[in-house]
């Protein structure tokens, strides 16, 4: 299928020709047509799969239309996301996506400057795409005017009631007019996100990118079992003699993430770390720089790296397993994208057999234990406490799980 069937206006289709872009992924083929006729969509897809091109495409068609353009603190299509990277993101794509058509689009959230949002805000804004808490501040301050949204997304609406935000959630949405299109996107149909979706919109077209799909992208995961005091010598030694070009590495707590770093650093790594503790610019910069190639290691903490979209993302290590078994799903996610196949390597030491053994009943498999020569563990790990399957699958982003292709 093509872009050109889906009911786009020329300036996008011409935008999305200089993108690169081919056809539309399986998320873009159902939900685009069904956002163009109206119609409120709730769409379970991980980030990867073309998520944010699948609403912002249609907004940017449907604000297109020259009937109305209000000036002031007016806004018309608001994006709702958990995390500040994933805001910057989303504008970002609005951007890029609608660079030939005259809309204008901001991101707001915290840690930023409120009095250069308000200027913006005050010039008039088209789509304003907001993390939960700086949107209610400027709300309240009066620097938003809601009644004329038409149409209000949430983008990984789990992950926001995950952190605590359904509240404000809630508030905004009674905020809105009653007449407005839903698009609520989610990694998996929650019971939280269910009751959520049903109270707030209408009759919505459900969407699951599913298990048949072509473009599926595959994840080989496995774990290298390693005592925890060597794991820093791990990663150094992986990087160097594996030749690694860029990895993004998840630690369990901020300091672990500093700690890290600097080692990283000390061993002539270029390396930067996000997490809570740093200012929005750091972040910003760091992501940029990991973006641009001017650092080889990317080291976070789950809520910083939530939903950040990492091109050619060909190694996600787990240097500490996460403590929710679900994380683990959102984490290796971040790999093998546009159709290339990545590597999911989680360094485990014996006391996090626990940890490990939640993910396999999660997944429903044994991962594969390779321990690296000269980094033996003093104790050996536990395969399993259940029986889980005992065939390696490889892990798809969009649906779940596949055999392992023979090769
Ligand atoms: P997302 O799932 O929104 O995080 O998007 C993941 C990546 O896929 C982004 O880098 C997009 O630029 C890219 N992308 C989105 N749609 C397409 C498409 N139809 N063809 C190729 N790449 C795409």
């Known amino acids: 299928m093509s872009f050109d069937k889906l009911g786009l206006n020329e300036p996008i289709l011409k935008a999305l020709k200089q993108k690169g872009y081919k056809e539309p992924s399986p998320i873009q083929a159902k939900a685009i047509p069904a956002i163009l006729e109206k119609r409120d969509v709730m769409a379970a897809a991980q980030t990867g799969t073309g998520k944010t091109a699948s609403f912002i495409l249609p907004i940017l068609h449907m604000l297109s239309n020259p009937k109305h353009k209000f000036k002031g603190h007016v806004i018309r299509a608001l994006v709702v996301t958990p995390t500040r990277e994933l805001a910057a993101q989303v504008r970002e794509s609005a951007v890029t996506y609608g660079r030939n058509l005259n809309l204008k689009s901001t991101a707001i959230y915290g840690g930023t400057s409120v009095r250069n949002q308000k200027k913006v805000l005050r010039q008039g804004v ?49 905020l809105l007019p009653d007449r407005r299109q839903n698009l609520m996107f989610t990694a998996t149909f929650s019971d939280p996100f269910r009751a959520l979706a049903n109270k707030f919109s209408y009759n919505p077209l459900e969407i699951s990118v599913t298990r048949d799909n072509e473009t599926a992208e595959n994840i080989e995961h496995y774990i290298h079992p390693v005592d925890t005091s060597r794991k820093s010598e791990l990663l150094i030694h992986l990087i160097k003699t594996e030749k690694w070009k860029q990895a993004l590495v998840f630690t369990r707590t901020k300091h672990g993430a500093n700690r890290l770093t600097k ?26 720089d990991f973006k641009k190639n001017r650092v080889k290691i990317l080291v976070a903490t789950d809520v910083a790296a939530r939903g950040i979209d990492i091109k050619n993302m060909n190694q996600v290590i787990n240097f500490d397993l996460p403590t929710v078994a679900k994380d683990y799903v959102h984490r290796i996610g971040r790999t093998g994208r546009a159709g290339e196949s990545g590597k ?27 321990i690296v020569d000269g980094f033996e563990p003093s104790s050996p790990i536990a395969k399993s ?23």
């Open 344 to 370: 999911a390597i989680s360094f485990v030491s014996s006391e996090q057999f626990e940890l490990l053994d939640d993910i396999q009943k999660l997944l429903k498999q044994t991962l594969a234990q390779h």
């Open 385 to 407: 406490t259940s029986k889980v399957g005992k065939k390696q699958r490889r892990f798809n982003k969009q649906s779940g799980y596949k055999k392992k292709k023979r090769r």
């Open 263 to 288: 080692k990283l650093i000390q061993a002539h790594i270029t390396a930067v770390a996000i997490h809570g503790n740093k200012t929005q610019n750091y972040r910003t910069r760091a992501l940029d």
């Open 126 to 174: 088209d789509i304003l795409v907001a993390t939960p808490g700086r949107l209610l501040d400027l709300y309240n301050q009066k620097s938003i005017d809601f009644s004329k949204v038409e149409v209000l997304v949430l983008d990984e609406a789990d992950q926001m009631l995950d952190m605590g935000f359904i509240n404000d959630i809630k508030k905004i949405m009674r």
